[in-house]
Every structure is written in structure tokens, then in C-alpha cells.
């Protein structure tokens, strides 16, 4: 889209004013980002949405969905947020962001190919007895081919992004700039946004290198094995020998998005037990495995007709160390067992989140403020955009800022929220047996820690 289809910031309703666009255009042009005249809109809705004033109308944010398409991969993750948090930012955004989950325009179908060929020596064709040049799906990364091997057996191809690397080196500087000046609002200097950046460029490398992201799926399916729900989640066979930084391919699934809440009742699964699932798997996934998956968008988790979850695309993920998981095994029974919120504020300070000594003392009682509500409600009903507001207030005012891990799950359950109210809207998860027997079972490790003792379901080491 060129600057002059785009309509006017200032004309729309719902838009943040002239100047925050014109602040934040200067520093994407200070960036030398190419498309920095169409980033103009975009980053101004982001400004609004930031101030709590998201687009309300459908062709404003029509608008911005395209210039996010446009603008490219960062943006496309930034959209996939969105897309998914209807709570924070409104159906009408989330709605018009659904495409960028799985259908983004796809890339030149030559230059695609060019990939492929550097990457495994030799076009599709002489490699697969079946290849389908029409991508199935087509995201921030990567786009996804159907492809079938000499054996019979069904596979896909994610071949990455032509040149995606060079775009998103400017994207970076973009966002670094954009990080500072959310971080003057109370919000983005609680989730550390310029740490948040810094973070995800670090993970850029590696998430670029298909082959981490193949090692990672294993590993994470390996660390839910020991505990109780590593037969009720699924990753894809991944073909090694077929398999380089730039081309990934594995099994083919065959299942139904999550959030396809006809599908998934017809086909007769229990809307409870999947979001059961999908908590637990990523509780027991980061108290114990020390590994999470960090993009639980709906493409990303699928049903199979088994009712298992098939988690996709492990490109960003998030770690605790065991000594960060102890740490958090002692806030949760602090925070919901013990309701002992002076001990919470100290496990939160370990958690190297304050760094206004002395503020600890006051801490208790604050986190008591916000944490002490939510013993009375659930979490299927609870807002967290509110609960994320008043934890906003707290940590402006002992100047906290969450590890980056702490925010990545916190985006994880935003996610999981969604999927909660759209499968088990009357769902009590606080009082469902099986959620309640896990917290005890980490009650237990927590107490066991207390004493020194290392707990035997640590699967993995710091
Ligand atoms: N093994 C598979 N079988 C069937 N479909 C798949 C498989 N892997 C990926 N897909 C489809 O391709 C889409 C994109 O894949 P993936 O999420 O891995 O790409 P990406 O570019 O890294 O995406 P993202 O923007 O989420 O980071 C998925 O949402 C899913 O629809």
C-alpha cells in the first residue's frame, strides 16, 4: 500500500493524535526504514492502542491490518497479538487481525523456490514425489507447502521468507526506538519493553535457523513426558535429512484450529478438558521441563482427532533456569495457597523484577491489593487487562520491571484466556480437581525446596 492509499490518521476517529503520529513517523524514518511513508498509520494505531484508544471501526482497522501485512514480519507478530487478545484490544481489531495468523500474502513463487533449491540442492519436484507450489498457509516467518514423499506419506515444507533476514534488521532499529517511548507509559515500563526488544532480536538468530526450532520441539515434547499430560499433547515428525536453517519439513496434521469452536464441538471434544490441557501443558512445561512455548497463537495449537493438542511453530520460545523455577513454585503457593504476600514481594524481588531497594517493605501490601481479589474469582471471568492495569500501578510505583520470561508467559495466558471463554465460558478453573491437585503437587516441591531437597520431577538442570 502506498502512503497516498492510505487515509488520513487525522481523519479517522478512534486514531491518536497528529503529533504522537508525527513523533513516532520520525523515528521510523530516523531508522531509514523503506517503508516508512506506510508505517505512518500503523504506528500511530499502535500509539493509540497503547493509550488505551484502539480503532473502533472495522475499515480503520482494515487499514491497519493491510499496512501491518505490508510493513512486514515484525509487524505481522505484532498483529498475531492482537488478533488473539480481543480483551485488550477489541473484536473489531482482533477480527480484522485473524489473517495474519495463517494467511499472509505469500512470496514470489520463484524466489521461493530459489530457497528451497540453496538450501537442499535440488528443486522440489527431484525431491518429493508430490509438491504443491500453492502455499496452505503463509505467516510472519515462513509459508507452508503440502508435499508428499517417495514412501507415500504425507509432509510439509515450511520454506522461510526470501531475504527475510535483511528485513528485519531495520525492523528492529524501528522497534528499539518505538520501546523507548512506550516505556514513558506506566504499562511498557512494567513489561520492560525495551528489554522485550532487545530480547527479541537476540532470539531473531535463532529462530531464523530452522533446525533450532526443530531441536526445540523435541525438547519440549521430552520435558512434558515425565509429568501427567505429555500424552495428551502432539508435535509434527520432523524429516532431519529433509531439514536445513532455511526448510523444515515434517509430518502433515491433520486437526482443527482451537479456536474453531464449531469444528472442535462437532467433532465431539470437550471444550474443558482442551483448555485443561493447554493450562497445565504450559504450567507443567514451565515449572518443571524449564521450557515453553512462546506463541500460542490460534494457528500455533491445533486439535487432532484424538482430542490431542498439536502444538506448531516453535521459532519463540521462553526458559527458566532451575533456580527461576523454584523461586516461582515458592510465589505461586505465597500468592494462592498461602495468600502471604509480604513472602510474595520477596520472591519477586529474587526474581531480580524490583530494583528500587527498599521498596519490599511497602510491597506486601500492594501485591496484596492486586493479588488478594483474585482468590475470590476465576480465571476464566477475570479481566486481565484489568488485573494487568493494577499491576501497572504497583510496579510504577517500586519501579519493576518483569523478567522478559514473566512477560512471555503472561502473553501466553492472554492466549489461553481467549480460548477459555470461547470453549468453557462457565468453566471454573480454579476449582476444577485437576488444577487444583496439580497446585498441590507444587505446593509439595515448593515445601521440598523450602528444605533443600531437589525435587524429582526437576527434569532439567539450570
Ligand atoms: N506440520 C504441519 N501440518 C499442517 N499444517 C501446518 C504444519 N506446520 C505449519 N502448518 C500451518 O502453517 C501455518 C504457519 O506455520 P508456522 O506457524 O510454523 O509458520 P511461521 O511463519 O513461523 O508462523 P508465525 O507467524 O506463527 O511465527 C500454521 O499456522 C499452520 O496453519
Redesign the pocket.
Known amino acids: 500500500m502506498t502512503n497516498q492509499e492510505s487515509p488520513s490518521a487525522q481523519a479517522r476517529p478512534g486514531l491518536p493524535s497528529v503529533s504522537a503520529v508525527t513523533e513516532v513517523t520520525r523515528f521510523t524514518t530516523t531508522a531509514g526504514h523503506a517503508a516508512a511513508g506506510a508505517g505512518r498509520l500503523a504506528l500511530g494505531a499502535v500509539t493509540g492502542l497503547l493509550r488505551g484508544r484502539p480503532p473502533g471501526t472495522s475499515d480503520v482497522a482494515h487499514e491497519v491490518r493491510r499496512t501491518f501485512e505490508h510493513l512486514g514480519p515484525t509487524y505481522?507478530?505484532l498483529g498475531?497479538l492482537i488478533a488473539s487478545s480481543p480483551g485488550v484490544f477489541g473484536n473489531t481489531m482482533a477480527d480484522e487481525f485473524e489473517t495474519l495468523?495463517?494467511r499472509v500474502r505469500p512470496a514470489d513463487p520463484a524466489l521461493v523456490r530459489q530457497v528451497f533449491v540453496e538450501e537442499l540442492g535440488a528443486e522440489p519436484e527431484a525431491v518429493f514425489a508430490q509438491f504443491d507450489p500453492v502455499p496452505?498457509?503463509s505467516?510472519?516467518?515462513?509459508q507452508?507447502h503440502t508435499a508428499t514423499l517417495a514412501s507415500g506419506e504425507e509432509v510439509?515444507v515450511?520454506i522461510q521468507r526470501p531475504g527475510i533476514a535483511d528485513r528485519l534488521a531495520p525492523d528492529v532499529a524501528i522497534l528499539e526506538r518505538l520501546a523507548g517511548l512506550v516505556e514513558m507509559s506506566e504499562y511498557g515500563r512494567m513489561l520492560s519493553a525495551r528489554h522485550v526488544v532487545e530480547d527479541f532480536a537476540d532470539g531473531l538468530g535463532s529462530e531464523l535457523d530452522f533446525r533450532n526450532e526443530a531441536a526445540t520441539m523435541a525438547e519440549w515434547f521430552e520435558c512434558l513426558q515425565p509429568g501427567p499430560f505429555g500424552d495428551r499433547v502432539r508435535v509434527?515428525r520432523v524429516y532431519g535429512e529433509l531439514t536445513t536453517a532455511r526448510v523444515l519439513t515434517?509430518?502433515?496434521?491433520h486437526a482443527t484450529r482451537i479456536d474453531d469452536v464449531r469444528a472442535v464441538r462437532a467433532a465431539g471434544h470437550d471444550g474443558v478438558a482442551l483448555c485443561r490441557n493447554l493450562l497445565l501443558s504450559l504450567l507443567d512445561s514451565a515449572f518443571h521441563g524449564g521450557l515453553f512455548h512462546g506463541?500460542l497463537?490460534a494457528?500455533?495449537v491445533l486439535v487432532d482427532d484424538q482430542g490431542k493438542l498439536v502444538m506448531?511453530?516453535f521459532?519463540i520460545v521462553g526458559r527458566f533456569d532451575a533456580r527461576t523455577r523454584r523461586i516461582l513454585r515458592q510465589l505461586v503457593v505465597d500468592l494462592i495457597v498461602k495468600q502471604d504476600y509480604d513472602a510474595a514481594g520477596r520472591a519477586i524481588f529474587l526474581l531480580g523484577a524490583v530494583h528500587n531497594p527498599g521498596s519490599t517493605a511497602q510491597g506486601g501490601a500492594d501485591i496484596e491489593k492486586v493479588a488478594a481479589p483474585l482468590s475470590a474469582t476465576d480465571m476464566a471471568s477475570m479481566s486481565y487487562t484489568d488485573l494487568g492495569r493494577r499491576l501497572a500501578a504497583v510496579a510504577k510505583a517500586h519501579d519493576a520491571r518483569l523478567p522478559r520470561e514473566l512477560v512471555l508467559v503472561g502473553k501466553q495466558l492472554l492466549y489461553v484466556e481467549k480460548y477459555m471463554k470461547l470453549l468453557a465460558p462457565r468453566w471454573k478453573a480454579i476449582s476444577d480437581r485437576e488444577i487444583y491437585g496439580y497446585m498441590a503437587g507444587i505446593m509439595k516441591e515448593a515445601e521440598r525446596d523450602r528444605r533443600g531437597r531437589r525435587p524429582a520431577s526437576d527434569t532439567t538442570k539450570s
Open positions: 505481522v507478530k498475531q495468523l495463517d496452505i498457509a505467516a510472519s516467518i515462513a507452508v510439509v515450511k509434527p515434517m509430518e502433515r496434521i506463541d497463537h494457528g500455533n506448531l511453530d521459532g
